[in-house]
């Protein structure tokens, strides 16, 4: 039995012990959150770059992947930091879990990182299948309340889908329950070096044969000068064209370009000479005893072989 | 989105330091290494969430070598040592992690392991000690430095390195007094070569990486361009004169040797002169000559200090070195760029 989008129930028949989907608002309405109901899940990178790897690592045969994740759980969020995957074999009428595997590789991970929990589980796949419920059965035991993720690794919709749901008990009490996954809202959540490393990994993308070398110094400075550069060209274009009156003018973004231009701070010629010469010089004198003490370091090596 | 109109032209190796020696010059089995996007993550992640503070994070590295290059497909952390935990069981550990690696799939090839480091300080009789015995079990094996502190200031910084033939012959031979360093004549300049790295993704982990830029609000920091150096500059230039003033200590020890040396050898000549011209003595007057004594009882050759500490720190200086002048130069740059800004508006 599903339900309409807009809330109509389809023609009345019993409702038997099955799974069954809530379908989310559509993509219209992506403005307003999926669902208030549950934690806010905040998924880091790495997990999910862990699970494309593990499918694409799959075994012949198997069309998803499952695996348990880890991390850790807050009032009203829940921040997935790790995960790993399951050995798992699904057919038609049954589904095997490795759940031995899985508690070993839990007890191991947790000797490195004590505090991650297990907080639920992920599969890749679009759709919620039969078999998803009694996997999720598994983890309720060993998890309050578990997440189930789903990553669309297959890329059905052309797109790669992340979501989030939470069980939730439903039907008449006593007589006849079922289960229902109530979607959550994704969020994703980068520590500052995690983001660093992500701007370099999303490099990857403009190469033909996808690699990246590691660049040096100025290059670098030279690169970030140039994102910046790029950054500004868009705030000039979009003010352009507010100015013109092809852009309705918002005021919150007017506030915050106000902001901008008084950031930069205002410092008199000779004061902003003073303070780049100091700095300047200080740089020198430190790449000149740096040159200095290796060049120090060299002749020791010299004198002692002699 | 601002787009980001990446140069075409990244090269696929970095401009390596000069005064490492690259890979490519010797003829060493590795040449380059690839490593997966996934394993970068991790070990962000892995310092991170572990290693505040001084404290250097661990772990091993897992892939497979596919003619001269070095694939790092996936790795796995170590627990830090804490003392503790005395029965915890590191062989067993790394064991267990690598079957269970094994049943989902992942390569269980051991290819080297990754660390840390604070600051850059990372040449140590531990490393040297560790990746030896790396690098003798498994020919191909790497060690990947991962600087946080750097990667925070605005790009990730891992550098990977081997020790060249020339150190493991040493290493091998445990022969760490001058003499041997002068027959073997490495230099601290030769005691780590760098490997050049590229990043490669997959092309699921691509269109990964499209869905986080679209989905992710996370706002970009450019901490790249911050001008203020000083702080970085203090702490870099404290580690290295704590090493300068362990370099003098050692030259120190070194000079009284080679003077006790000297003295001793002295001593020697002058009494194997006056027992010879005691024996001449004697056989004018017809007596016997004293019988010859055995020197090197008498006179003890003193130890030679172990000069692989030495080394050691030498190579630490540079790295320090090398570093600092990084910094510097980065930092050069963007004062000039805040110099013509300036200079436009004013």
Same mark, same amino acid.
């Given at each position: 039995?599903?339900?309409?989008?807009?809330?109509?129930?389809?023609?009345?028949?019993?409702?038997?012990?099955?799974?069954?989907?809530?379908?989310?608002?559509?993509?219209?309405?992506?403005?307003?959150?999926?669902?208030?109901?549950?934690?806010?899940?905040?998924?880091?990178?790495?997990?999910?770059?862990?699970?494309?790897?593990?499918?694409?690592?799959?075994?012949?045969?198997?069309?998803?992947?499952?695996?348990?994740?880890?991390?850790?759980?807050?009032?009203?969020?829940?921040?997935?930091?790790?995960?790993?995957?399951?050995?798992?074999?699904?057919?038609?009428?049954?589904?095997?879990?490795?759940?031995?595997?899985?508690?070993?590789?839990?007890?191991?991970?947790?000797?490195?990182?004590?505090?991650?929990?297990?907080?639920?589980?992920?599969?890749?796949?679009?759709?919620?299948?039969?078999?998803?419920?009694?996997? #999720?059965?598994?983890?309720?035991?060993?998890?309050?309340?578990?997440? #189930?993720?789903?990553?669309?690794?297959?890329?059905?919709?052309? *797109?790669?889908?992340?979501?989030?749901?939470?069980?939730?008990?439903?039907?008449?009490?006593?007589?006849?329950?079922?289960?229902?996954?109530?979607?959550?809202?994704? *969020?994703?959540?980068?520590?500052?070096?995690?983001?660093?490393?992500?701007?370099?990994?999303?490099?990857?993308?403009?190469?033909?044969?996808?690699?990246?070398?590691?660049?040096?110094?100025?290059?670098?400075?030279?690169?970030?000068?140039?994102?910046?550069?790029?950054?500004?060209?868009?705030?000039?274009?979009?003010?352009?064209?507010?100015?013109?009156?092809?852009?309705?003018?918002?005021?919150?973004?007017?506030?915050?370009?106000?902001?901008?231009?008084?950031?930069?701070?205002?410092?008199?010629?000779?004061?902003?000479?003073?303070?780049?010469?100091?700095?300047?010089?200080?740089?020198?004198?430190?790449?000149?005893?740096?040159?200095?003490?290796?060049?120090?370091?060299?002749?020791?090596?010299?004198?002692?072989?002699? | 989105?601002?787009?980001?109109?990446?140069?075409?032209?990244?090269?696929?190796?970095?401009?390596?330091?000069?005064?490492?020696?690259?890979?490519?010059?010797?003829?060493?089995?590795?040449?380059? %290494?690839?490593?997966?996007?996934?394993?970068?993550?991790?070990? %962000?992640?892995?310092?991170?969430?572990?290693?505040?503070?001084?404290?250097?994070?661990?772990?091993?590295?897992?892939?497979?070598?596919?003619?001269?290059?070095?694939?790092?497909?996936?790795?796995?952390?170590?627990?830090?040592?804490?003392?503790?935990?005395?029965?915890?069981?590191?062989?067993?550990?790394?064991?267990?992690?690598?079957?269970?690696?094994?049943?989902?799939?992942?390569?269980?090839?051991?290819?080297?392991? /990754?660390?840390?480091?604070?600051?850059?300080?990372?040449?140590?009789?531990?490393?040297?000690?560790? !990746?030896?015995?790396?690098?003798?079990?498994?020919?191909?094996?790497?060690?990947? %430095? /991962?600087?946080? %502190?750097?990667?925070?200031?605005?790009?990730?910084?891992?550098?990977?390195?081997?020790?060249?033939?020339?150190?493991?012959?040493?290493?091998?031979?445990?022969?760490?007094?001058?003499?041997?360093?002068?027959?073997?004549?490495?230099?601290?300049?030769?005691?780590?070569?760098?490997?050049?790295?590229?990043?490669?993704?997959?092309?699921?982990?691509?269109?990964?990486?499209?869905?986080?830029?679209?989905?992710?609000?996370?706002?970009?920091?450019?901490?790249?361009?911050?001008?203020?150096?000083?702080?970085?500059?203090?702490?870099?230039?404290?580690?290295?004169?704590?090493?300068?003033?362990?370099?003098?200590?050692?030259?120190?020890?070194?000079?009284?040797?080679?003077?006790?040396?000297?003295?001793?050898?002295? !001593?020697?000549?002058?009494?194997?002169?006056?027992?010879?011209?005691?024996?001449?003595?004697?056989?004018?007057?017809?007596?016997?000559?004293?019988?010859?004594?055995?020197?090197?009882?008498?006179?003890?050759?003193?130890?030679?200090?172990?000069?692989?500490?030495?080394?050691?720190?030498?190579?630490?200086?540079?790295?320090?070195?090398?570093?600092?002048?990084?910094?510097?130069? !980065?930092?050069?740059?963007?004062?000039?760029?805040?110099?013509?800004?300036?200079?436009?508006?004013?």
């Amino acid at each position: 039995v599903l339900f309409s989008d807009r809330g109509v129930a389809a023609p009345p028949r019993p409702i038997t012990h099955r799974t069954i989907l809530v379908s989310e608002r559509p993509r219209v309405l992506s403005g307003i959150k999926m669902s208030v109901y549950g934690p806010i899940v905040k998924i880091h990178p790495v997990v999910l770059a862990s699970i494309a790897d593990s499918y694409e690592r799959r075994n012949e045969g198997a069309s998803r992947v499952i695996g348990t994740l880890l991390g850790t759980i807050d009032k009203h969020t829940v921040e997935i930091t790790n995960c790993f995957s399951v050995p798992h074999n699904e057919s038609e009428d049954e589904v095997a879990v490795d759940m031995e595997f899985a508690k070993n590789m839990y007890e191991l991970h947790k000797k490195v990182s004590p505090s991650e929990v297990i907080i639920g589980w992920y599969a890749t796949g679009y759709d919620i299948t039969e078999h998803s419920v009694l996997i #999720h059965e598994y983890y309720s035991r060993e998890a309050q309340n578990p997440i #189930h993720l789903t990553v669309d690794t297959a890329l059905q919709s052309g *797109k790669m889908n992340i979501r989030a749901y939470v069980s939730a008990q439903m039907g008449v009490p006593g007589k006849t329950v079922g289960v229902m996954f109530t979607p959550l809202t994704v *969020k994703y959540i980068y520590y500052d070096t995690e983001r660093i490393g992500i701007d370099l990994l999303q490099r990857t993308r403009a190469s033909p044969n996808r690699t990246n070398g590691l660049t040096s110094d100025l290059e670098q400075v030279g690169g970030a000068a140039a994102r910046v550069q790029d950054m500004l060209a868009t705030v000039l274009t979009y003010i352009e064209d507010v100015l013109s009156g092809k852009v309705m003018a918002d005021n919150s973004v007017g506030r915050f370009l106000m902001d901008l231009v008084n950031k930069v701070p205002k410092i008199t010629a000779e004061d902003f000479e003073t303070m780049l010469n100091s700095n300047i010089n200080d740089l020198l004198m430190v790449t000149y005893l740096a040159n200095l003490t290796q060049a120090q370091i060299a002749l020791n090596e010299k004198l002692v072989v002699l | 989105m601002a787009a980001r109109k990446e140069s075409a032209a990244t090269t696929t190796a970095p401009a390596t330091p000069a005064t490492t020696t690259t890979a490519n010059t010797l003829d060493s089995p590795v040449k380059q %290494i690839q490593i997966e996007g996934l394993v970068v993550l991790k070990i %962000i992640k892995h310092y991170q969430e572990e290693g505040q503070g001084s404290e250097v994070v661990q772990g091993v590295l897992l892939g497979l070598v596919v003619e001269d290059r070095l694939e790092i497909t996936n790795c796995f952390p170590f627990p830090q040592h804490t003392e503790d935990d005395a029965d915890f069981d590191e062989v067993q550990y790394q064991m267990e992690m690598m079957r269970s690696l094994r049943h989902v799939n992942i390569d269980h090839l051991h290819v080297g392991w /990754y660390q840390s480091t604070y600051y850059g300080s990372f040449v140590s009789r531990a490393l040297l000690d560790s !990746q030896f015995s790396y690098q003798h079990a498994i020919e191909e094996s790497v060690v990947l %430095i /991962y600087d946080p %502190i750097k990667t925070a200031q605005g790009s990730l910084c891992l550098k990977a390195y081997r020790l060249t033939p020339k150190l493991m012959e040493i290493c091998k031979e445990k022969d760490f007094t001058p003499e041997g360093l002068k027959k073997a004549n490495i230099g601290f300049e030769h005691m780590f070569e760098e490997v050049p790295i590229i990043i490669k993704n997959s092309h699921l982990i691509n269109v990964l990486m499209w869905e986080l830029e679209e989905k992710s609000t996370v706002a970009d920091k450019h901490e790249l361009l911050n001008l203020s150096s000083s702080n970085h500059l203090e702490k870099s230039l404290q580690m290295l004169m704590d090493r300068v003033d362990d370099m003098s200590q050692d030259i120190v020890k070194y000079n009284t040797y080679s003077r006790n040396l000297s003295k001793q050898q002295q !001593q020697k000549h002058q009494y194997v002169q006056r027992r010879q011209q005691e024996n001449a003595q004697r056989q004018s007057r017809g007596e016997p000559p004293l019988p010859e004594e055995d020197l090197s009882k008498m006179f003890k050759p003193p130890q030679p200090p172990p000069r692989m500490d030495t080394l050691l720190i030498a190579g630490q200086i540079n790295t320090y070195c090398q570093n600092v002048k990084e910094f510097t130069s !980065q930092n050069l740059g963007k004062l000039f760029m805040a110099e013509a800004l300036q200079g436009h508006n004013s």
